[in-house]
């Protein structure tokens, strides 16, 4: 008895120890939600933050429906590196940024004008292909988030197309409307609603590479090979405000370099994917559970 | 009736029963809430408990949850120690009487105001008993202090085998008030901030503001508060421990006035957090050192002790090597209350000075997420570890003997280390693996932690289930336990 019950531990160990193959094949699924579509949010109040504090947003606005694609990044990457607003230096792509104003304060880190990094090309994480000369999306991952992107990265992809990326307060209205819910689609989080650590979805393999995104626009209330999913969508039509990767945001605040993200993400427990939860980090980090999307027209 | 009169005035009015009763209270509330957590709600039991005992988990209110639970654990384990001081030291019975029905009266209070309050909708009237019980527990500290007043003439030492001032004051006694002292004074730092805060709803978590670069005086209260009462339950912890091993000798007399000072000094670098955050940093590294090297003297007396003991009684004179490890090893629960104290040192302290010495250089490189993920680790495990120390402390006074003693014993020891391990790897996860490759490690970092834990709590339970049986017995322990005033100690006995 106990010999199989040490049997049993080992094996289990053995078992959750097996390495990672980040090229494995993921399944694929057309979830029908076009990521070059815009949900426009109008001016107003709404309520903001934990405690729903009143606030107003005193212009429309429009926010991406979904996460930047890798697809979509990719064509980006092509362009700007034809027109020369990208650089690929060595491994690297890069792009110039004006500078902060650096203020010296406590743990504060100078960020002056210079170029900046985009995308590591050989970072085995990054789901683009890379030729030498054009990118293009990874089989099976097109229609996934771009991840392994830097808030530099993320900035110069809204503005290379005239846009900008959404600042905290317009991604917490496009999340929650106006009524103070705690999730885009209401008040109480499940299993099969939100990419996150206990979603169990057909991405999830948790003995070969994880916690894996999920297409954008897939908790849509589609079924995908027997797994059925609910709508996630925000009052205002987005989906995955909350769940499946962090979503870069705008702003700059003075005497931090810090910049921050929303939305929770596939790892995580379903309290960070509460719409007002933050999460930081410097400019130039890049994570799998990291993306973005764009906000147009209308300003803070 | 009369029955039932037994058993209460055994539950609570001994010292034995009270602390059975704190620790059986701390540990329903632990497992209980426990099913509220990540991976219970993975595995479906959140929502049962949820729906079977109507549990009102409103998202905006998590932190204030989690606000008052922490707060409810933490009276009781106060209470424990409390129970314990009152037990080892000497003091008069009419403040010792005080002092014990206050602090029960304060943690119950706490418990079954704040918890309904927290978790089963918002009547006022238990928030006010649960801010009643805070005070109650407040108050016995208050008169704990005037108990353990040093300066008394009934109190000065005679034996030079325990550190004492030329006048005799016992420097054991002192630490015990600078300790308590320290505890009253920071207590404040949290009730002001909380009273601002109103209803405890509107409150954060200090570890999810470390980034925030301006934080408000009362963000900074509660920051430094938090920081000092979990340190000061630790150093209470090792002074009782030293009172149960009998310290005493040459690294007594070294250890105490670490001990004194090591207080004093990390509870005002915690408070000079308030007006000055950077150079209190420095002068919380100072005494806590101070305080962490009075524990070591404390680890190195107890280790001979048990080592000259163990050989003593196998009739060995001077031993090998092995034989001093197997002496060292012979008994796990008084083994076990100081070696947790060194595994401490690989699992926080450690963690703690070099997250700290690396912070800009590593951690801050990293998202916040993963910043916290130490933060968080780093307090449960202290928090924990102080847990079972207590734990091996109350099998001995419960009268744990032979294989079960050897199994509590050695079972706690591995299992709780073995999770406090893997909670260390969990939380330094970056530091061996990128993120994109970090599964495997978080995979089997999390089901070590689970067998770890689950299995700590099962020798718990099987030691409340055992004491549980104990009170349907006629002439049980707890009858003997009943009449037995203090806890047996080298200091009650002399």
């Known amino acids: ?101 650096f203020n010296g304060y406590r743990h504060e880190e100078e960020i002056p004008a210079g170029n900046y990094l985009y995308i590591d090309i050989i970072d085995p994480a990054l789901r683009l292909n890379f030729d030498g000369n054009t990118f293009s999306a990874k089989a099976g991952y097109e229609n996934h988030p771009m991840t392994m992107v830097s808030w ?61 995104t999920t297409p954008v626009g897939f908790y849509n209330g589609k079924s995908y090979a027997g797994y059925q999913t609910l709508n996630n969508a925000s009052p205002y039509g987005l989906y995955d405000m909350a769940g499946n990767v962090w979503q870069w945001t705008g702003n700059v605040y003075p005497d931090q370099h810090y910049r921050y993200m929303r939305g929770g993400s596939k790892n995580l427990y379903e309290n960070t994917l509460r719409v007002w939860v933050t999460n930081n980090a410097t400019p130039t980090f890049t994570s799998p559970a990291v993306g973005f999307r764009c906000a147009r027209s209308g300003q803070e | 009736m009369k029955w039932i009169r037994a058993r209460f005035n055994y539950l609570f009015k001994s010292t034995k029963g009270l602390i059975l009763v704190g620790i059986a209270l701390a540990s329903l509330v632990s497992a209980f809430f426990g099913m509220l957590s990540g991976p219970m709600a993975d595995w479906g039991i959140k929502d049962v408990i ?4 109507g549990i009102d988990l409103v ?61 089963w909708g918002h009547v006022w009237a238990f928030h006010g008993i649960y801010i009643a019980g805070l005070s109650l527990v407040f108050f016995a500290g208050c008169v704990l202090l005037y108990a353990l007043w040093p300066w008394r003439k009934e109190y000065r030492v005679t034996d030079n085998s325990y550190a004492h001032t030329k006048k005799g004051v016992p420097l054991e006694r002192s630490a015990f008030f600078a300790m308590a002292s320290a505890t009253i004074i920071s207590a404040l730092f949290g009730a002001i901030p909380g009273s601002a805060f109103g209803n405890g709803f509107t409150v954060f978590l200090a570890e999810n503001v470390v980034r925030t670069p301006h934080k408000s005086v009362l963000d900074l209260s509660i920051i430094g508060h938090l920081h000092i009462m979990l340190a000061l339950i630790a150093i209470c912890c090792a002074l009782i421990i030293g009172r149960w091993m009998d310290f005493k000798g040459i690294w007594h007399k ?34 806590s050192t101070i305080a962490m090297l009075g524990a070591l003297f404390l680890v ?66 990293w998202q916040f997420m993963d910043e916290r993920s130490i933060l968080t680790g780093h307090w449960h495990i202290l928090a924990t570890l102080t847990a079972t120390i207590l734990l091996m402390y109350y099998a001995d006074l419960a009268g744990l003997k032979g294989k079960a003693r050897q199994w509590f014993g050695w079972l706690l020891i591995i299992f709780s280390d073995l ?17 994109a490759t970090q599964q495997p490690l978080v995979n089997t970092t999390t089901l070590l932690g689970d067998i770890g834990l689950i299995t700590v709590l099962l020798v718990l339970a099987a030691l409340m289930v055992w004491r549980l049986t104990d009170l349907f017995k006629k002439k049980g322990r707890w009858s003997v336990e009943s009449s037995q005033a203090r806890l047996e100690s080298p200091e009650v006995e002399k």
């Open chain 1, 1 to 101: 008895m106990k010999k199989l019950l040490l049997c049993l531990v080992a094996s289990f160990l053995l078992a959750s120890c097996k390495p990672v193959d980040l090229n494995a094949a993921v399944p694929v699924f057309d979830t029908a939600v076009d990521p070059e579509s815009w949900a426009k949010i109008p001016s107003g109040e709404f309520l903001k933050g934990q405690f729903n504090e009143e606030a107003v947003i005193e212009y429309d606005y429009e926010m991406m429906v979904t996460d930047v694609t890798n697809a979509q990044y990719a064509a980006f990457l092509n362009e700007a590196l034809a027109s020369n607003d990208a650089i690929k230096d060595n491994k690297l792509i890069v792009g110039p940024y004006p500078g902060d104003t």
């Open chain 1, 152 to 212: 530099f990265g993320a900035r110069a992809y809204c503005e290379y197309y005239g846009w900008r990326l959404p600042s905290e307060v317009e991604w917490e209205k496009a999340a929650r409307g106006t009524d103070g819910r705690p999730f885009p689609w209401g008040e109480k989080i499940t299993r099969n609603i939100a990419n996150f650590t206990f979603s169990r979805d057909p991405f999830e393999d948790m003995s070969a590479y994880g916690s894996n």
């Open chain 2, 50 to 53: 949820v729906r079977i005992f």
């Open chain 2, 59 to 119: 998202e905006a209110e998590r932190e204030g949850r989690l606000v008052i639970l922490y707060h409810v654990i933490a009276m009781i384990v106060v209470a424990i120690e409390t129970y314990m001081i009152t037990g080892l030291l000497e003091m008069k019975e009419n403040l010792k009487v005080l002092i014990n029905s206050t602090i029960t009266a304060g943690y119950l209070a706490a418990l079954f105001g704040g918890l309904p309050f927290a978790y």
């Open chain 2, 254 to 287: 070294l250890a105490m006035p670490m001990m004194i000072v090591g207080s004093l000094v990390l509870a005002m670098g915690t408070w000079l957090v308030v007006p000055f955050e950077t150079a209190a940093h420095a002068i919380i590294y100072g005494g």
């Open chain 2, 300 to 365: 190195i007396f107890s280790w001979r002790k048990l080592i000259r003991e163990g050989l003593a009684q196998g009739g060995i004179q001077k031993g090998s090597f092995a034989q001093k490890i197997s002496a060292l090893l012979r008994d796990p629960l008084k083994f076990g209350a100081t070696w947790q104290m060194v595994f401490m040192n690989f699992t926080v302290s450690g963690v703690g000075i070099f997250t700290a010495v690396k912070l800009d250089e590593i951690f801050r490189q």
């Open chain 2, 419 to 435: 999770a406090f391990g893997a909670v260390t790897i969990y939380e330094m996860r970056r530091l061996i693996t990128p993120e």
